[in-house]
T-cell receptor, first 114, second 113 residues
């Protein structure tokens, strides 16, 4: 079946512009996660959606970052007034709400801020 | 809180060498444990998992055993290949933390011919 799909795969934009990154999770997965991965670094948790519950936003680095998940499916991560330090790969993952089930990751969006 | 501590890299091995990447964890309750692999330019892929104590996960020649007494989940492979060059992440999740996942910092492996 289809995996997690992210778009665009690459995004280059100028400092100060807003960007939107999209994630389409695996059908039926109630949990959706966003991570940021800087070059050669590990995963930095950003935000977690679970069903209709309030999202866990504890990882968002500043109020320039926001995310929404419409209809319990597709999610959009928005970065306003981008800064050069926002350059990274943004990874999305989804999972079912079961302890023994893994996350499934998309291939990420590589964001470059000029 | 829950956390994962993973062996620092980078690790460089010759082809056919034995691989161990150490992973220890701290968790409340009964977490599931995972190893993910990330090839260049790609997202993370599940390599193997174990969901309870003494379980052994295995895939593609890699193995890891869930050791509750030592809170460890070390990744091993008897004979690495050049194609195993990648970054490896240890992770746990627990419904005690609302199905949140916790990742180690990743270990970069390079296998040279």
């Amino acid at each position: 079946g289809a995996g997690v799909s992210q778009s665009p795969s690459n995004k280059v934009t100028e400092k100060g512009k807003d960007v939107e990154l999209r994630c389409d999770p695996i059908s039926g997965h109630t949990a959706l996660y966003w991570y940021r991965q800087s070059l050669g670094q590990g995963l930095e948790f950003l935000i977690y959606f679970q069903g209709n519950s309030a999202p866990d936003k504890s990882g968002l680095p500043s109020d320039r970052f926001s995310a929404e998940r419409t209809g319990g499916s597709v999610s959009t991560l928005t970065i306003q007034r981008t800064q050069q330090e926002d350059s990274a790969v943004y990874l999305c993952a989804s999972s079912s709400y079961r302890r023994d089930q893994p996350q499934h990751f998309g291939d990420g969006t590589r964001l470059s801020i000029l | 809180g829950d956390s994962v501590t993973q062996m620092e890299g980078p690790v460089t091995l010759s082809e056919e060498a034995f691989l161990t990447i150490n992973c220890t964890y701290t968790a409340t309750g009964y977490p599931s444990l995972f190893w993910y692999v990330q090839y260049p330019g790609e997202g993370l892929q599940l390599l193997l998992k174990a969901t309870k104590a003494d379980d052994k996960g295995s895939n593609k020649g890699f193995e890891a055993t869930y050791r509750k007494e030592t809170t460890s989940f070390h990744l091993e492979k008897g004979s690495v290949q050049v194609s195993d060059s990648a970054v490896y992440f240890c992770a746990l999740n627990s419904l005690n933390t609302g199905n949140q996942f916790y990742f180690g910092t990743g270990t970069s492996l390079t296998v040279i011919p």
